[in-house]
Structure formats: C-alpha cells, structure tokens
C-alpha cells in the first residue's frame, strides 16, 4: 500500500454518522455483520451472468431515456424533420419519432444503438450463461426453481426483444410483426379471435403499437425485474455453486469477499459491460431504420432478417415443410403451427423440466454444490450439444436466403439439407460427444495413475527411449478426482422373504431404461488403493531408471539389470501404459444389475 | 427403487446406488487442501505497488476526464455533420465522438476498479461453510403445529359452507376480466374473406397510383399493383388494413407459356393478376423470375408457379398463390372481374 496512505477523516465519519442513525432506526449493523464477508467463488463463466445482469440495466438506462422521446402512435403523420430521403413521406408517428430521436436529438441515435446493442447482448448472454449452468450441472438440487425463473428470463428476454424492435414501426419490423400476426392467426379454434383481440381488428389496425409500448416498457420489464431479483436472491441465499479443486468440497464455499473484492469487480464489470456497448453504440450502426422506410404491408424487402435471437424460430417456419390439413370447413396449418409455436414450446418445457428429468433417472436427490465438468456426465453433455446442434441448424436456416446469395447455393438445396441434417445431425453429435467425454474420462484417470506427460524423452543406457512422466499437482489432482461415478437405477427383483417378487411397474421399466442410457458407460474413477498402486508403480519406474543412468555415468552400462527392473522393452513401455492395462479404460456394464435395498 | 435423499452428513445411504458425494466422491481419498497463496509482486514490493496505484488512478482520471470532452462534443459537433471513418464509412459525427468518449469513459473506470481490485486488494481465497437448507425437524413439527392451529382457529375445515364458497368465490374472480378484454377489438367477422376488389375496379400501381393499360406491362415483367378505391378508403378509414389484403402483382408472359389458370379466361392476353399476399404467414412476395415465373417469397421462401395457376413448388406455404379475374375496361384499362374467389392472405381456422 502506498506510504502516503491517511485516515480519510470527514468521509469515515460523515458516513459513521449516516451508519450510525441508519442502525438506531433499521438495525443495519447486524445485516452488515453477517453479510459484508461473504465469500464468492472466483471464476469467468460465473461472469456470464453477470454480463446479463449488467445488460439489462443498461436496458433500463438507455430505454427511459428513449421513452422521453418515442411516440406510441400509429396515427399517420408526414415527416418533416432533419432526414432529407423521407422528407415529405407518410408514416406513423412511432417511426417520425424514431428518426427524430436517430437525426435530431443529439445523443439520441447513440442512445437506441446501446439500447439494441445491449438487448442483442442481453440474450446472448443469458443463453451461454444457460449453457454454463447446464454443463456444469448448476441446476441440480438445490437449484432446480433458480434454474426453471432461468428458463422464464430467457423466454421473457427474448419476447421483450422482439417487441422492442417491432416499436419503431418500420417496414422490417412491420413484416416481423405480419409474421407474428399470421401465426396467431393459425392458431386452432380461437386464433382468428386471438388476432382480432391483440390487434384490435384486422392487421395492422392502429392499436398495436401503443398495446405493444406498454407491454415492452412496463409489463416484461416489470416482470424480468421481479424474476431477476428472485434469482439474485436465490444465489445469495443459497450460496454459489464452485467449480472443483484444492479444498473445494460440497459443504464449504470458496472465494474471495463481498466486500471489497467483489464490490470492486463486480461494479467495476458493470463499466466494462456498459462501456462496451457505448462503444458499440459508437461505432457499429445497428437497425438503421431510416433505410428501410415506414412500414405498409403492401412492400418488403428482400434478405429480412430478424434479430439474431428470433433467428431459430425463423429458421424453423422456413424449413417446415408445407404440411396443411382442410376439413369440414376448417383449416389446420402445421406448416405455421408446429414450427412458430408447438416446437418451441415443447423444446421450452423440456428445458424447464430437464432439472426434474434428470433427478428422476439419476434418483439422485441430494444437494450438490460442487459443479460437474462436463467429461464427468457424458450423456447430459451429449443432450446439450445435440439440443445447440438443432437450435444452430435452425439458426443457419433462418439465414438461408443470405448464405444461398453470398455463396450462390441454391435456396432448395440448402432447405432441404437442412431438413435432413435436423434430423440426422443431433443424434450423431451426441454420440460423438459422448464418446468424446469417455475418452477424456480416460485421459484423466490415465493422468491420476501414471502422471502427466512431460514431454522429456530420455535414452535409456539399452538404448530405448522413453517419456517421463511426473505426477500432477495437487491441485491438478483435486480437480480430476471430482465428480460422482453413478450405477445406473437397476429393477429391484429381490423377492421378499417369502419368495414374492416385487411389483414391477410400466414406469419403473422405464426409468431403469432410461438410467441404464444414462449411465451406460463411464470409465471407472481410480480407488484411493489403485491410486497409491500407480504412484508407487511410478516412484518404482524413476527409481529404477535413475539406477540406470547412474551406474552407466559410472562406467556400468549395465549395473541395474540385476535388480531386476526396467531394462526390458516390455517395462519401458509400462511406464506410459502397459502395467495397468487390465483396468485400462475399464468401463461399468450397462446392464441394469439387481442390487440390494 | 429408492431415490437417494440427502443424508445430510456426507454419509451413504444404505443400499445407495450412487456413491457419496464427498470432495472426491470417493470417501477413502483423502480431502485435499487449498493450494499455496504465493504472493504477488504489489504485496511484496512497495514500488511495484505504488506504479499500480497510479495506474488505477490514471484510469480514474480518463473518467473524470471524459465527461468535459463528452459536454464539448455534445455542444460543438454540429448534429448533421458527417464524417468518414476508416473501415466503419461514412457516419454521423456526434454519434461517433460522443459513444467513443462515453465507452472509453466507462471502460476505464471499471478497468480501474478491477485494476485495483485484483492488485491491490487481497487475493487469498478464503472458505466458509454452507448451511443446510433444510430446517430441523423440531422446526418443521413447530412450523406444522402452528399451521394446524391456525387452520383449527379459522375454522376452515369445519364450516364447509364457507369454505365451498370461497373456493368457488375465488374461481369466479377471472371471470371480471374476460368481458373487460372482450373490446380490446371487434369480431373478425367477414373481413378476411373480402378485399376491395370488386366488378370494375381498376387496378393502379402501387405508390403511385396510376391506372393501366395491356401494353403498359411488357412481357416478362412485374408490377406491384392495388385497387384504385385503396387511395381513398386508407384516407378515410386512417388504417392500412385494406392495404394488407389487396395488393397484387401483375405479370405478363406469351399466352402459350401459361400452363394453368385458376378460372378459365381469368387473364388478359396473356397478363395474369395474383395476390401479393403469401398464402404462408403473410409476406408481401416481391422477387419474381421471369425466366421460370416463379414468385418468391422474402420472409420464408416459399416459391409460387405463375405459370401453373400459382401452384406451390417450394417451401413452407401450403396453398397456391390466390388468383384475381382480370379484364379491360371501356377505356381499355385492367380491370378486376370481381373480388378474389377466396380469401387471401395466412391460413386461418374459419377458412375452409
């Protein structure tokens, strides 16, 4: 600390006093007492989260200062102000509002670019902060309802953003919302209703844009508030979650303070987040919607696209195929239906529910604390890279007019890959993910046993040559003994003692299927008696092979056979391999076992 | 099958099949320590400590400072000047100088916060203990006595009367909102199954306006069209309503080109009339190949055959590009037969 350091005397006791009159009146001390040093885990992906967080108020920020400017109108006006190409061109209100708040406010256009920038990057990163959670297994027990307001943030986040950018009333974001309204409209039974109702008669009206103003500044945002609140809440509460490593255990946490570390970090990241998106804002143009025009329904311009988190629900309505049913007077489109709202509510219910799926086929209700690397839970790894591999294939589809005309592919072609490759793709990654995972689970029981590679490779005095190896740190070590090895649910078929076996039900079959998928490989973690084996097996070798170099320093080329260690081809490899072979990659049965209870 | 509850102690539970969760799932392994703190440079040289001082706050001092260049920037660059940066083009002055400004501004005091904090403060991890959730059972029988008193004093249980009518009172509540809701717009009625086409209706360009004749519109070629009565009714009705169901496009190709129709006699020499609607989600289809005379739709693709009566041949809409009969008027100008012969525009449950 610097040495000219002194007592900043009126701020400590201006802020005594505050401190003081603060604690007569709300008990502040006791509050403070307990919560000033409480410790969080240090690690970047826990800062995804925070990118969000710090996101969405600048959201708020920005937003309140574009409400002071924007127009919920679509009363028509014609435009007069400052930008000469639509001067004298009828549009409604919200879009003169929007290009007086881009050309005639000063700071205005700066303003909406950090607002559209930070919503882009207000989902990205509450969708690779999802990514983290699940991977690691943050969700599990007893975080499973900070995991299901996770799933309700991002559903909200992303209707929030596509609202917001269907404000300006543009002739995008006017096709956006025809889209919108055409999927309302296939709705079974009450959509034609539905889209009356919501958009107070036939589309486009002229109440849509204020219904939707007040849903985006107030509603949503009300709600992402309260949620967001809660899943702070829930994380203070019940303490984060900790990657394992040296003294990391289920029962403890360990980090650095709230105060100061922390309060430093985590406000100085918020200027960072905030920071950067100005810059953004600077420099990066982003939904210029003077170059589109007011919105009419009677034009469009070609290579639409949505903001990059509509992406995927484009993609899908894009690469449906034109399935429609007609009937006593009825029509039925799932070529609109299942992409736009069947799909992703089926894939959203799973997202929610997975925490509880996973419980039921793990039958592991205990708490966890300490996160899972994703090696450690190859099939739930699998899933999540074959649940992105179908959302970037969507995502890819939604940009199929794009990559068609940058790279002169046929449109047809492209569809109809895509297609396929839906449907093939996500299965073959999981199984390669999987195997994957396995073979890393191999690589670190290797290290465990027989130490890291050093990639010093010594002659030996017979001539061969071999790598040495060392064993890994501690720390190292720490980190690859973590995580659970699981037996897969077994059917319990013991008879009791008088010979009846138990009632199997339909899904208990099910279940202990689904356990045996589950867990049906992983490689064996090392015991604690294989683990001292393989660091005496390898004190044993470095002895021996010092013996070696040593008497041959000596004059002895071959001083060391006598005792009987390495000198062979065979023992000269077993230092990387051979001597384990046996519980090599050793993999658990799938077969679902009868175990005792 | 019994699931595995949480012991509470770290234990197994008996007949367990997962092991217990202990630092290494593997209780016969010992625990292992935190590693060693090895002390950085700032805590053991006092110089390098003070440079880092200054560092952070030189970074405080662009924070102070960016706010007065902010304000000058704000005042001094007219709104409408435009400059042209290098890679990024042409772009408004202000908007560039005052986001630059503001971002390095607010970079560089969270760069300094984090500066300070990762140098300067202390970076041994520390470890506290976590807490079971889960209340004791002398809690839970507390928590469960007190309950049932309540529920006893209330007399919820005993007065079924009371407690069938709250029950239903509380049901009934949403009721209130559902006639409230009910004006948020009218009935659909008829209004999808109508556009202003009729017998007679000329059909003019869109934008502008203009009536046309057969040889306005060469072969080959596509003309974004509306109903000449589009003009006024948007001006009375204030809306675009009827914009969004009755624009049409015209093409025109060699008489013996056209494969299908769907009505005989539904051209005029050769120049077809179809909606500009997409029977998808609703799209204004613009891009047409003269070539093969296929419409392609923006939004989704889905490509419609002008040639064969409008016929689907690829993408996600299901039904053919609706067709609009087409004649000439006394003074020569195309003309609507009538309105189209179904509705036009996104599927729809009523539509049949």
Redesign the interface.
């Known amino acids: 600390?610097?040495?000219d350091t002194e007592p900043a005397g009126p701020i400590i006791e201006i802020g005594g006093k505050v401190a003081d009159a603060a604690d007569q009146r709300l008990g502040i001390s006791k509050y403070l007492k307990n919560n000033i040093n409480?410790?969080f885990p240090?690690h970047w992906s826990f800062m995804l989260g925070e990118i969000a967080l710090y996101s969405f108020i600048v959201l708020l920020l920005t937003g309140t200062y574009l409400a002071l400017f924007f127009k919920p109108s679509?009363?028509?006006v014609i435009y007069h102000g400052?930008y000469v190409p639509l001067n004298g061109v009828r549009m409604s209100e919200a879009y003169a509002s929007t290009l007086d708040i881009s050309?005639?406010v000063?700071?205005g256009?700066?303003m909406r670019?950090?607002h559209h920038w930070s919503a882009l990057l207000f989902v990205a990163a509450i969708s690779v902060h999802l990514f983290r959670v699940f991977f690691t297994g943050a969700f599990r027990?007893?975080r499973e309802l900070n995991w299901l307001i996770g799933v309700g943030l991002l559903t909200l986040a992303i209707l929030e953003g596509f609202a917001g950018y269907s404000l300006p009333d543009d002739l995008l974001s006017g096709?956006g919302l025809?889209?919108a309204?055409?999927?309302i409209?296939?709705?079974?039974?009450?959509?034609?209703?539905a889209?009356?109702?919501?958009?107070?008669?036939?589309?486009?009206?002229?109440?849509f844009i204020p219904r939707l103003y007040i849903v985006h500044v107030l509603l949503v945002p009300g709600i992402l508030l309260a949620l967001i609140t809660a899943h702070l809440m829930m994380i203070w509460y019940?303490?984060h979650t900790q990657y394992?490593?040296?003294?990391?255990?289920?029962?403890?946490?360990?980090?650095?303070?709230l105060f100061?570390?922390y309060t430093?970090?985590a406000?100085?990241?918020?200027?960072?987040?905030?920071?950067?998106?100005?810059?953004?804002?600077?420099?990066?143009?982003i939904n210029p919607v003077w170059m589109f025009g007011p919105?009419?329904?009677?034009?469009?311009?070609?290579?639409?696209q949505p903001d990059w988190y509509i992406g995927w629900l484009?993609g899908a309505?894009?690469?449906?195929?034109?399935?429609?049913f007609?009937a006593w007077?009825?029509?039925?489109?799932i070529?609109?239906l299942f992409?736009a709202l069947i799909m992703p509510g089926i894939l959203f219910t799973l997202l929610g529910l997975y925490p509880f799926i996973e419980?039921w086929v793990?039958?592991?209700?205990?708490?966890?604390?300490?996160l899972d690397r994703p090696r450690n839970v190859p099939t739930r790894t699998g899933l999540g890279a074959m649940a992105i591999t179908f959302y970037v294939l969507l995502w890819i589809g939604g940009g199929?007019?794009i990559i068609a005309t940058h790279f002169s592919l046929s449109?047809?072609e492209i569809?109809w890959a895509l297609r396929v490759t839906l449907i093939v793709l996500p299965p073959i990654v999981f199984v390669i993910t999987r195997r994957f995972c396995l073979a890393l689970q191999r690589r670190d029981r290797d290290k465990l046993l027989h130490g890291y590679e050093t990639g010093t490779i010594v002659r030996l005095p017979s001539g061969e040559f071999i790598e040495l190896h060392a064993p890994v740190s501690?720390?190292e070590?720490?980190k690859l003994?973590?995580?659970?090895?699981?037996?897969?649910?077994?059917?319990?078929t013991t008879p009791d003692e008088n010979g009846v076996a138990p009632k199997v039900t339909l899904l208990?079959r099910a279940?202990?299927r689904m356990s045996a998928f589950y867990f049906g490989e992983q490689v064996a973690?090392p015991?604690?008696e294989e683990?001292d084996h393989g660091a005496h097996h390898s004190a044993e070798l470095a002895a021996g092979y010092a013996r070696q170099l040593e008497a041959y320093e000596n004059g002895h080329p071959n001083g060391s056979g006598s005792d009987g260690h390495p000198n062979g081809s065979h023992d000269g490899a077993a230092d990387g391999h051979a001597g384990e072979s046996a519980e090599e990659g050793r993999v658990i049965e799938a077969s679902p076992r009868p175990?005792?209870? | 099958?019994?699931?595995?509850?949480?012991?509470g102690d770290?234990h197994p539970v008996p007949?367990s099949?997962?092991?217990p969760?202990?630092?290494?799932?593997?209780p016969?392994?010992p625990?292992?320590?935190?590693?060693v703190h090895h002390p950085r440079r700032t805590d053991i040289d006092?110089r390098a400590?003070?440079r880092v001082?200054r560092q952070v706050s030189l970074l405080f001092v662009i924070g102070i400072l960016t706010p007065i260049a902010f304000w000058l920037e704000?005042v001094y660059i007219p709104?409408?000047k435009v400059i042209n940066?290098p890679v990024?083009g042409p772009?408004?002055a202000?908007?560039?100088?005052?986001?630059?400004t503001?971002?390095?501004?607010?970079?560089?005091?969270?760069?300094?916060?984090?500066h300070?904090?990762?140098k300067?403060?202390?970076?041994v991890?520390?470890?506290?203990?976590?807490h079971p959730?889960r209340g004791t059972d002398e809690d839970r029988a507390t928590a469960v006595q007190l309950f049932e008193e309540g529920t006893e004093n209330s007399g919820f249980l005993r007065y079924k009367m009371i407690r069938r009518t709250l029950i239903g009172a509380l049901a009934a509540t949403p009721l209130f909102a559902l006639p409230l809701?009910?004006d948020?717009?009218?009935?659909?009625g008829n209004?999808?199954r109508y556009t202003l086409w009729k017998k007679g209706e000329r059909i003019v360009t869109?934008v502008s306006y203009q009536p046309l004749r057969a040889v306005d519109i060469p072969i080959g070629g596509l003309v974004?069209c509306?109903p000449a009565s589009l003009p006024a009714e948007q001006d009375a009705s204030?809306?675009?309503?009827e914009?969004?169901?009755s624009?049409v496009i015209l093409v025109r190709m060699r008489p013996a080109e056209i494969k299908k129709q769907q009505g005989a006699n539904w051209d005029y020499e050769g120049i077809l009339c179809y909606s500009?609607?997409c029977t998808?989600?609703?799209?204004?289809?613009?891009?047409y190949e003269q070539k093969t005379h296929q419409l392609l739709c923006?939004?989704?693709?889905?490509t419609f055959d002008l040639s064969d009566a409008g016929r689907?041949i690829?993408?996600?809409?299901?039904?053919a590009m609706p067709q609009l009969p087409i004649t000439v008027d006394s003074e020569g100008y195309l003309v609507a037969q009538s309105d189209f012969h179904q509705p036009v525009?996104?599927?729809?449950?009523?539509?049949?």
């Open positions: 600390m610097s040495a409480k410790l240090d679509m009363t028509e400052s050309f005639d000063r700071g256009l700066l670019q950090v027990k007893p096709t025809r889209i309204q055409g999927i409209q296939s709705i079974p039974v009450v959509g034609t209703y889209s009356f109702l919501v958009f107070g008669g036939p589309f486009p009206g002229t109440s019940q303490k394992p490593g040296p003294g990391r255990t289920e029962k403890n946490v360990v980090g650095y303070r100061p570390i430093a970090k406000g100085g990241f918020f200027f960072i987040v905030f920071g950067v998106t100005v810059i953004l804002g600077a420099i990066a143009s919105y009419t329904p009677t034009e469009v311009t070609a290579g639409s484009d309505l894009r690469v449906m195929p034109n399935v429609e007609s007077g009825h029509t039925l489109s070529n609109v992409p419980q793990t039958g592991d209700r205990r708490e966890h604390n300490l199929n007019d449109i047809n569809t501690e720390e070590r720490a003994l973590a995580g659970v090895r699981y037996q897969p649910i077994a059917l319990d208990d279940r202990a973690k015991t604690a683990l175990t005792q209870h | 099958m019994t699931d595995v509850e949480d012991p770290g007949g099949q997962v092991e969760v202990g630092a290494h799932g593997t016969d392994i625990e292992s320590r935190l590693p006092p400590a003070r001082e704000y709104r409408d940066v990024i772009t408004s202000s908007n560039f100088f005052l986001g630059l503001m971002g390095i501004g607010l970079f560089c005091v969270g760069a300094g916060a984090i300070w904090a990762k300067l403060m202390p970076d991890e520390e470890v506290a203990d976590r959730f809701l009910k948020l717009g009218p009935m659909p209004f999808l869109d974004s509306v204030g809306n675009q309503n914009a969004a169901k624009p500009k609607i998808h989600v609703g799209c204004p289809t613009a891009l923006p939004c989704h693709q889905s689907v690829f993408g996600p809409a299901a039904r525009g996104p599927s729809f449950w009523e539509r049949g």
